[in-house]
């Protein structure tokens, strides 16, 4: 479980697709998520690199994680609805370790921002992650939301 930097409820354990990555939230709160994840074969594309959709699911979960972690409070979750991630370096291998930060916060959406650092804390990526604030039972997808309470 991550450990809960701001005083806020640690974020569950990754599952889905942070699971099948390897992606691990290290701490998490309000004010700033910080996750990372080893590369190895899984992350790779076709030339050996880090694929970018790894770049830009790491960078989703960090936003993500910190802004549902805002909403909570105010008994809404939220969803992403534009993710604008630039690969700045490639990686081969080694530890990845990516930071979200928000950027703006308010009732109706969010704004964060995440960069990922190799472990010579050179930027191998960078992004941002707009996401919409729903209120419980506001219709997603054909379904109804539900919020977690804190």
Known sequence: MPKDTGGSTPWPVPTGWDDVMGLRIVS???D????????D???HQPYGIVHGGVHCSAVETVCSTGAGMDAI???QSVVGVENHTSFVRAVRAG???VR????TRGRRSQLWEAVARDEQERIVSTGRVR???LDAGSELAGETVAVKSA
């Open 32 to 39: 700033e998520v910080v996750a990372e994840y080893v590369v």
């Open 100 to 103: 979200a930060r928000p950027i």
């Open 41 to 43: 074969a899984r992350h």
């Open 28 to 30: 998490a709160s309000r």
């Open 73 to 75: 409070a105010r008994g």
């Open 95 to 97: 530890k990845i370790t």
């Open 131 to 133: 996401l919409l604030c």
